[in-house]
């Protein structure tokens, strides 16, 4: 079955949205949840980049418990012209429910982390932002809620957000995201 088109103007470029869909979820797969590689800039944050057809995708992050980034669409390379843009924050927070900036609990951390990124390699076509509606292994539980859209097309733009449950405990790690296209002047 072939997709149906549906072209955007962006300025001077046509965009197929649905191309765009795809790229994005194969973008995200090659990336942080598909631990692609990472480049240490002046910063200190991380980016993670990919490359395929008219479009570059790039990850940049800062931090570890609390660990704030975006992730950006460019046409053909990383000079393009943007595309889209979604931009993430939050972490792990603590048994009061709060920003966990002590990081004493190192070893949930690394263990929410590692299933953050499982979680985050089946992001759905449908919802191109980060995970599935929810997702499960072991003691872990993920869940992507609140997903609004303010177009007929998500990836127009769009928010929602997400956390992890371990143990029954809820929100030992919580993050919201915006998205959306980036439309020239």
Partial sequence: MQKMKNII????????????????????????????KETILPDGSKLLTFQKGNFYY???????????????VKWKNKNGQRIWQMAYSGGMLNKDGM???????????????IFLKEALSNVPREIPFRGP??????????????????????????????????????????QDWVAELIIPK
């Fill in 99 to 113: 920003a966990d900036i002590s990081n004493k609990d190192e070893k949930l951390a690394k263990e929410t982390f």
């Fill in 9 to 36: 103007k962006l300025g001077r470029l046509e965009i197929d949205l649905e191309e765009l869909r795809d790229f994005i979820v194969e973008g995200k797969k090659n990336c942080y949840a598909g631990n692609g």
């Fill in 133 to 174: 509606r929810f997702f499960e292994r072991g003691r872990f539980k993920y869940y992507h809620h609140d997903i609004i859209s303010y177009a007929e097309n998500n990836l127009i733009r769009a928010k929602g957000s997400e956390q992890i449950d371990v143990n029954g405990r809820c929100n030992v790690f919580s």
């Fill in 58 to 72: 790039e990850d940049n992050y800062a931090g570890y418990c609390q660990a704030p980034g975006r992730e950006l």
